[in-house]
Structures are given as structure tokens and as C-alpha cells.
């Protein structure tokens, strides 16, 4: 789950990180206020979760107070790639004279935490990652004996740091971890940490994903997550209440699977045959005849979707239980979209005769019905 | 013969009250596994399908001296699960359970490191060496023994190829799920390295995904070990538009590697054999041998 | 540093770990408001950091709001051990069917944490730890891999329970691990842990020490501590704000020395001398000038002290700073009383030179030091 | 010879820039223990007393292949400093500051059992062999080289006990403070087993106080072990009443065991002779001997 970044900022503010004075605001008059506030020059910052805000107009410069509020209102009445801009974050501009990144993540060659560091961030840092690995420093941290400062310190020397400096990004990225292992995050990002004129070191940039596997441990941003607040479609939304994986994808025939691996071959195997998948539908292992019931709801609510494929094979998954969720959907919300099934594996028996006694055909190849349903979508 | 598991596994069951551990306990027993004993804290005392339950897997082990325990915990507990398992001497534990923390799992695989311990999964299907011994969810019709050994990280997909090889008589040494999770015990050279030493097996199925890179490394390790099996290879999610994440954090598209186009690449320039649909891996094996 | 029975209990309570419902007062009126607000009988404890309260009569029971303000009253009148009851703390009486006793402390030996649990707690756990050590559990804790729910399940299966009060008992053992770490305890104890008649498990008692040095990290309770809420003489009170260890003594000769082992040698040999030592303190490693006078200004702030004797062996402490700290104390404070100093190690010459032009004499043996301060005390 | 240190030792100081760093590095240079480096975050690129200081001991170790270190980094600092040395493969730490918290020491020294690295404190005036090696706090001259090994758990109590030693022309192959903090990370046991070990060494002198129970430990080993070297022993704190707390947590009486009588009586069951004063102890070598 990704935080916005006003919750990110202020979370590392909360361990004591340095990030720029602001405030955040969902109307113009908030925008003013929290202007006055500061000191100019602003930056203000687009509220939103999806990438590249920056290349799509969300983050505006001002010098004076009412530009402040011109910038707030232009972003608030912007959607940036579909997404309605809801709040804006205005913030002392700093005067920056280096860019770096600092980040933990997850190494999962390594199954490990890993610290990384380049004295070039900021925009450029994808580009370095890719030219000059070599200046991308990578500390993997052993779970047992953690990150101390006394690492971040020689990862800032390795980065050309020296001196005070050396000892300030030794704190800074040390807190960071913390904040990395209290939260969960699966990413923790400041980029770019910035380097001011007089030699201090700014987070103008945070990035914090949580680990969605330990929500229920973070309630805060479960529920966050829960109120909608994150830019999610009606499918999504109702996909995550359900703990389903959903994906939204630009075709018409709608997939629903079980396991992450089976559903993407199912994608793939309806393109060989030349259909489009309208979305990925993984209901995970063990679906109840709820679990079924509530996916088909979801996948069948997206008008673009033609016809169905259920692709389910069973291990943990039982088959009578996806046949009675089907059959569940069939009478709820009343199915009347050209369904495929394909049914085998743990109580495959028993699925196999629940359809078949309710009128429904089921298939046993997985390319067979593709094939079918990929016709049926192209009628 | 086969790997990791064969006939002198003696099981526990941690979580064998629960809906999924009963169901599949029953399964795993009636495959002919040696369960001796369930744990589930709270429930000691009782009895699932005539195996006695425990609070504690040293409880457990003061009865019978397992040496695999498979794991039905809910997510919160299940590393903890795992960790009871690994202090009390166990040295090869399956976890099932998906959707354990980042976190928990990575203190987990240091620890099972440490003591030397094989870990399969978390969010993996198990592993079955048929006819021997199934410490897994799969359905276990769509085993037969035989020469080939598969290893995945997707479940469902494992179950596709494993029935269309059985169909077409191609036989298992033994079939294992890595598991889904961003963070698991094995990864494939762990396993290609195992199966290259079992002489039953004669050549590999390995089932990849989008997200990260194992796959490329795995090529790697082909190409530069001169693997002496022959490997078979499916990738799943070649439709995936990048930067979507599909099911699991495993599939994110990152840069260039992770894509399937990439590790395709790279497998196919490691001699590796890579089907284009999961029922082309029978015909790719066929060729192979 | 001790933490009042109601701090403990609140910090166990934020933790989830049950304790009996209940209410803090520092006067009547307080007191019966409280007990309006839970049901009856109450339990009313004195507050006070003593060890022993439950025998000085600091704990009463009662039956009515009216019994409960009396019970209120009387402790609050009351002095435990010289020690003047502040507070009281008003809590509903469990019915308890068997006390047990959890703890976790620090192994010195074996260098960790240690977690202790007896079937048989309350007033009965040193009794059953001296004679029947097979009793209490003991599991040492690694701290690269902590304590875990499981670890705390073995225990509560060595005690005797199982089914669902062991996985209670694995829950509130693992949060007491928490709460002690979190909070840098030295020792975190539930004495009696109460299993009552429907086989729920409360804390009826809890104490927490928090270990001192980790106070820098603690700073809610640092500051408490400097505040005065807790159980020290003025002279002890003093000493804590300035970091130094002291301890009163019944005697009169007042002792200040370096290092805690030289300091007890010398009240040691003071007493094989004859004499009687007013106080231990220890004025540490590297002691200033600053430092040495505060130490003389708290020694002889006690009306008790007849004589002072300072017992000086320089390593990292300078013998020339601990010269300039005695001048300095006795011009500040005028120091009337006899003083004999015993100064050698570090800087030794440039010390003895700084006293001796003060006309102030400096023995070198430690032994004819004491021989000489018992005499004076004598006189 | 001695134990521990010797004229081999290659140390760096960490926090030499700090006032006691800085001062007793000037002492230990005199002394002739060679110091290559010192360590300051912050200070790096700068000289105390003509020893170079680095940022971090990484740095310093690129430069110079020390063996040990000596820390005098304030207490919220120290174990940290101490694990930076340790994850640098320094095998020899002596940590000076005191009133490191309890839980940083643990951790540290369950890292420095890992690694098998000998650390000495918190909180002690360090080592000394006589004219091979002092890294420490002690006042050099009250040392002279001989036969008797000293070890102690407080700091200024055993420049007591040796100056009165040297006087009475005994002479010491190495002295060291265990530390007074409650962890240390050694314990007299593993100090006496290295004395037994050393050749210079003749007998032994073990300075005790109240509380804990490593003297009755102690005295169990020497009992038990059939200890070879004589032993002296002097136990502070005779005087002190029951449940008091005298300077450092180490002195709280717990029970019968922790009390000076109990440790005293132990010692003197194992064959220990017990001085009642700090001058008796050299008198009592004498007849030891």
C-alpha cells in the first residue's frame, strides 16, 4: 500500500528527519492559510499515488501567497492520469544544491532488508541504477543484528561523504530504517534526500509502501486504505475489501482464477489465442463459496467484460465450493453474461455435478476454454 | 528417492485444526504420509483424523521424533509457527500459508539459515515425491511417479503441467512449489542443484513468473555451472502490461528484468528449453530427453 | 528506577494484558469518585515505591464506596517505612482462585534476559525459589531472536496449563516481553499474575525497574524521577540530579571516593577501624572539580556527619581536578568540619601541590587515612 | 606474555577525540602500547597526538590492520561503537564507558560470543601487562611486571590493590577490570582459565564485591576444576547493609547469595585465601606462594 507523500513526510518528520515546513489542504482558503504560515518561496505538491506526477503537471512553483493559492486551486481542479487531485501539500521551497537517494527495500535473492545509497538521486536515479551501478551503494542488513548508524556511516563515506556531513546522513538514514521496520514498509524512500547550500540534508521527497501482508498490524493505514482515500476504481476498491487481487486490464473477457501464476497463464493463453483479457481475478487459495460469489460481483460490474472465464484449479481450493459460489452469483446478481468453466482437481467430482445439475457446462482443458471463450468474446 | 522429501519423512501438522489443516491432513494421510502428530496451541489433547493434537510442537516431539513439520497457521502466526518448528530441531518445515510479512519472513529465513534448515515457501502448494510422500495442498491424482522434476513458484500453474505431463506419461521424481511470497526459503539453483545430485531425476520442469529476477539468475547458473539435466522451462505472464502488479509482489515488472520477454531471453540462451503454453511443456520435454 | 504500582499497571494495560480496573487519587474526595465508577469491593493501595507495603498496612480492603474513601483516608495519612503516602491507587477486588508469577530480569551470568514463571507466585515465590528452585522456570532469551508466543506456550506447559488458558498465558508472557523491552526494564514482574475462579488470567500486581542507564531513552519517566515524585531523602534526590551514586549510611564519617568497589573498601575498612560511615558515594569515573564540590556540598548537608573522609586513587579521574573541586566546595560552602583526604594515581603531584598551598594534608595510604578519620570521629 | 595483550597488540581508540580518549591515549602512547588509529564520526582526517583519526573504523582499517580497540564513546554510543569494531573483525575490544544500557550490552555480547571476540567492560579501566601493553585507564606506574595476574570487578580498587603489590616487590603479569556494569563480557571464570593457561603467570588475585553470584560461581570452578595456580581473594562491600544500593547495580544483596559473608565463605571452601583488607592481599601472597 502506498502512502501519500504528506504521510510520509510526516511520519519521517515524526522520528526526526528533516523535511520541508508545510501543510496540507483540500480547498484554496486551506491552501492560503497554511501559506501564510510559511516562508516563500512554495512548492505545491499534488496529492496523488500514481507515478510520475511530476512530468504530469502536479507539482507547481510560487513566490508569493496568492500564487500559493492560484497553483493549490489549478492542481485541485486537475486529474493527473484519470486520478482527481483531492489534496495539495505546500511547502518551504528548498534550495538545493545535490540530489541524493537514500532507500530500504527488500532483496529477495538475499531475503533481506537492503539499504541503498547514491550521492546522484532524484530523477536521475533509475538512469544511474541502469549506467553506473557501481555509484548505486547496496548494503544488504542482517534481520538479527539490524542497521546501525555506524553502517549508514560508512555507506555515506563510500558516498563521498566526510565529517559532520558523514555523521548527520548516519543518523538521517538510520532513523529511516526504524521508520522502514515500525511501519512495515516494503519500500522506504527519500528521494531526493536533498543537500542545501549551507551543507544540511532535506527529505524533499518520500516514498513509503507498506507491506499489505502486515496491515492488520498497521490498523492506521488499513483503514485509510479501507475509506477509499487511495486511488482506487470500484472494482479495486471492492477487490481489496475482499482481500481479492484484482488488476483492471483493457480487454472484454473477464478472468477469474486461483493462484497468481494459473490466472497470468490464463491471460497469456487467451491472447495466444488472440482475445483480451478484461482483467485479472486471483481469489487465492482456499476460496469459500463467498470468496467466488463476491469475485464474480466484481468482475461482472465492469461493463467492458463480455463473456467469463472461471479457470479454477483445485488444491487448496475446493471445486464444490467455487461450483456453489457460481451458482450463489448465478441467483444474486442473476449471470446472464456467456460463462466459461473450467473445473478440475480437489473435489472436482462433486464441483463438476453441482453445474452440470444446475444446467452450467464445464470444461476440462485450460486451452480448450480459452479457445471457447475467446470466440465467444469476438461474437 | 526423489528430493527434500521421500519415505522417512515422519510429519507434524502445525494448524491442523483448522479448516485447510483437517482437510488436507486427511489427504496427506490417505497418500500414505507419515503424520504423527498435529499442533495446534489451545486444542492439545484431541484428535484429527486419528492423529493426536499438541499445544506445542515440544510437546510433540517428546512423543514421536518428526523431522518435517507443514504449516496451516494463519499469516499473523505463522512465522512464529515456523520458528517453534526450526528451535525445536526440525529440519525441513513446508508453509503453506500465504501473505506472511516481509518482515516476519525474513527474520525467519536468516534464522532457518543459521541452523541449517530447509524452508519451502510460504504461499507455496508443498512438495510430493509420488507415491512416497506428499507434505502439500495438490491434488495428488495428477502425480505419477517418474524421472522429471519440477519446481515452480506458482501453485495452480505446477497442478496445470504436472496433470498435462501425467497425461502424456511423463512421470515425477519430485514436484515443489517455491511459494508465491516475496521472500521464501528455496529458490531455484537450491533446487536444480538438489535435483542434479538425485539420481532418479532425469531432467527439470521449471515454471517462472514475472517480477524479480530468479529466473535470470537461475539462467545464469545454467549457463555458467554447464547444468548437466536437461530444463524445461514455462514463464508465465507474458500478457502482463509492465508496471501492473498481478496477485503477488513477485509480479512487478521492474526495469528490464523481470519482464517475461527478458527472462525468456535468458533462459533460452542458457539452453533452455521454453515452452509458449503449459501444455507445450510435455511435447518440450520429449525433445529434451 | 522504580515505577509506582499504578504506572506498571497502566503501561501492561496499554499493552493489552489484563489488569483489574481501577483508578489513581491523592485525595478522598478523588478517592470515592473512583469508586463510584467501579464495582465493589475495592481494593486501596498505597503508593509508594517500599518494598514490604503490603505488611506496613498499605493495602485495605473494603466493602462500600464509603469503606473504600476511609481506606483512602487512612493511607493517605499513613507513612510506609518514613516514606509519606502521596497517592493511593482504588481497583475492584479479583477473586482469585491461585497466584502465579511471571517475570522477566537479566541473567548476569549468561549475559540476557531471562524469563521467569512460577505456578506458585505471590508473598510464597521467594520462599518456593530458595527451597524448591525446580519449580520456577527459567528460559534465557537470545536477544538476536527474541521471545516468542511459542516460547511462553513451553513455559505455560511446564506450569500446567494448557488448552485455551495456555494460549492466553503465551499471549500475556509475549507482551510482558515487549513492554520490557520497549521500556529498557531491568526487571518486569506480575507477582501475583491472578488466575481467578473462571480461569481468567490479571495482573493484581506489577512492578517495573527501569534500568537506569537507558533513561536518556525514557525521558517520560528521566523526568519524573528529576521531579521528586519518588521516595528520596534530599540529600539522595540531589544526588541523582547530578548523577552521582548515593547512599545513606546510619555513622557519621561522610566518605566520597572514586569507583563503587574502592568507596565500599573503604566504608569497609572504616568499620574494621571502628568506626561508622555516614554515607556511600561515589562520585565515579573522570570527575570534574564541579562534580567533586557538589559531592562534598551533599555529604555535608547531612547534619549526621562528623568527619569526612575522601578516598581519591586517580585513573580517569585527575587528582589535580579533585583538588580544585575541594577548594572550590570550600569556599563556596565554608567547610568547618574535619576533612581527611587521601589522594594518589593520575596527575597525583600536581593534586597534592594544589591542596598542600591550600594548607589542606593528603595522606597517601588508605589505612592510616581511615585510622586517622575514625580517631576524629571519636573525639 | 600475560593474557589478552601483549606487545603484539595494534590498537585503535574509538572516541579519541572526546576528553578522556584524547588524554589517555597521550598516557597509553607513553606507555609505549602502539596505537595506529583513532575512530571519531565526525573528526575523520584530523590528528590527536599525532595518531590519525578516522571517520569510521572501516576507513581506519583500510590503513591499518589493527587488532584491537579501545572504547571511549559516551554510553548511548558505545555498544554501537563496539559492534562497529566487532563487524570489522577487531577481535579485542575494551569498552572504558560505563552505564551502557543493560539491553545494548546484551546484544552486544551475545555478537561478540558469535564472532568469538573477547570484549572487556563496559565500564572498566581496561589491561594492562606490565611494560608490554596498557590499553586502560590505570595509572601506569603503580605497575611492575611479575608473576601474579590480577582480575578484578571494580576499577579503582585494583589500583589499590596492585599499587600495594608493586610495593611490596610483587610483581604482575596482567591486571584487568572486568568491568562494573551489570554484563561484562568476562567473567572471572574466563579469566582465571587464561591466567591457568599463561606461563608467566604464578597465582592469582581476585578482587569480588557484593551482589550477583559470580564469586560463588567462581569459587565452584576453582573447587571443581582442581584450579592449579594459587588464589587470592578480597570482597568489598563487608560492610554494607542488606538491600541497599551501593553505586552500581552489580552491588545489590540478593538473598544469601550475593552478600560478602556467602562469597567469602564459598571462596574460602574452595581453598581461596580471603584478605580482610586491601593490604593484606599482598601478605597473603607471600604465605600463598
Known sequence: MKLFEYEAKTILA?????????????????????????????????????????????????????????????????????????????????????????????????????????????????????????????????????????????????????????????????????????YDAELIEMNPLAETFDGE????????????????????????????????????????????????????????GNGAGLVMATLDTIQYYGGKPANFLDVGGGATSERIATALDIVLSDSHVKALFINILGGITRCDEVARGILRAKEKVGVTKPMVIRLVGTNEEEGKRILTEAGIHVLESMEEAAQKVVEISKQ | MGIIVDKNIRAIVQGITGTQGSFHTQLMLKYGTRIDAGVTPGKGGTQIHGVPVYDTVEAALEEYSANASIIFVPAPFAADAALEALENRIETIIIITEHIPIKDAVNLMAYAK??????????????????????????????????????????????????????????????????????????????????????????????????????????????????????VAFIAGRSAPPGKRMGHAGAIIMGKAGGAENKIEALKSAGVKVAEKPSDVARLLGKAC
Chains 1, 3 share one sequence.
Not at chain 1, 99 to 107: A, F, P, V
Not at chain 1, 213 to 232: C, M, P, T, V
Not at chain 2, 205 to 214: A, F, K, M, S, Y
Open chain 1, 14 to 182: 515524526k522520528y526526526g528527519i528533516p523535511t520541508p515546513i508545510g501543510g496540507l489542504a483540500t480547498n484554496v482558503s486551506q491552501a492560503r492559510e497554511i501559506a501564510t504560515e510559511l516562508k516563500p518561496p512554495f512548492v505545491v505538491k499534488a496529492q496523488v499515488l500514481v507515478a510520475g506526477r511530476g512530468k504530469a503537471g502536479g507539482i507547481l512553483f510560487s513566490e508569493s501567497i496568492p500564487e500559493a493559492g492560484k497553483a493549490a486551486e489549478k492542481l485541485l481542479n486537475m486529474r493527473i492520469k484519470g486520478i482527481p487531485v483531492r489534496s495539495v501539500w505546500i511547502e518551504e521551497k528548498i534550495q538545493i544544491e545535490k540530489e541524493l537517494y537514500l532507500g530500504i527495500t527488500i532483496d529477495r535473492v538475499n531475503r533481506s532488508h537492503v539499504a541503498i545509497a547514491s550521492a546522484v538521486g532524484g530523477m536521475a536515479i533509475e538512469e544511474i541504477a541502469a549506467k553506473a551501478p557501481e555509484k548505486v551503494i547496496k548494503f544488504l542488513i542482517n534481520p538479527h543484528y539490524g542497521f546501525h548508524s555506524f553502517h549508514a556511516r560508512q555507506i555515506a563515506r563510500k558516498m563521498g561523504y566526510s565529517g559532520k556531513q558523514l555523521v548527520t546522513l548516519g543518523k538521517i538514514f538510520e532513523k529511516l530504517y526504524h521508520v522502514g521496520m515500525d
Open chain 1, 201 to 256: 540534508f532535506v527529505a524533499a521527497d518520500a516514498r513509503i509502501l507498506i507491506d499489505n501482508n502486515a496491515l492488520f498490524r498497521q490498523q492506521e493505514y488499513k483503514k485509510r486504505l479501507l475509506e477509499g482515500e487511495s486511488e482506487l476504481t470500484v472494482q479495486e476498491l471492492e477487490a481489496t475489501r475482499n482481500n481479492l487481487a484484482y488488476v483492471k486490464l483493457d480487454g472484454n473477457i473477464g478472468v477469474i
Open chain 2, 114 to 231: 543459521k541452523v541449517k534448515a530447509t524452508v519451502i515457501g510460504p504461499n507455496t502448494p508443498g512438495i510430493i515425491t509420488p507415491k512416497e510422500c506428499k507434505l502439500g495442498i495438490m491434488p495428488a491424482h495428477i502425480f505419477k511417479p517418474g524421472g522429471t522434476g519440477m519446481v515452480s513458484r506458482s501453485g495452480t500453474l505446477t497442478y496445470e503441467i504436472a496433470a498435462s505431463l501425467t497425461r502424456n506419461s511423463i512421470g515425477q521424481s519430485t514436484c515443489l512449489g517455491l511459494g508465491g511470497d516475496p521472500i521464501t526459503g528455496l529458490n531455484f539453483i537450491d533446487v536444480l542443484e538438489a535435483f542434479e545430485k538425485d539420481p532418479q531425476t532425469k531432467d527439470v520442469v521449471l515454471i517462472g513468473e514475472i517480477g524479480g529476477n530468479l529466473e535470470e539468475l537461475t539462467a545464469e547458473y545454467i549457463a555458467k555451472e554447464n547444468y548437466r539435466k536437461p530444463v
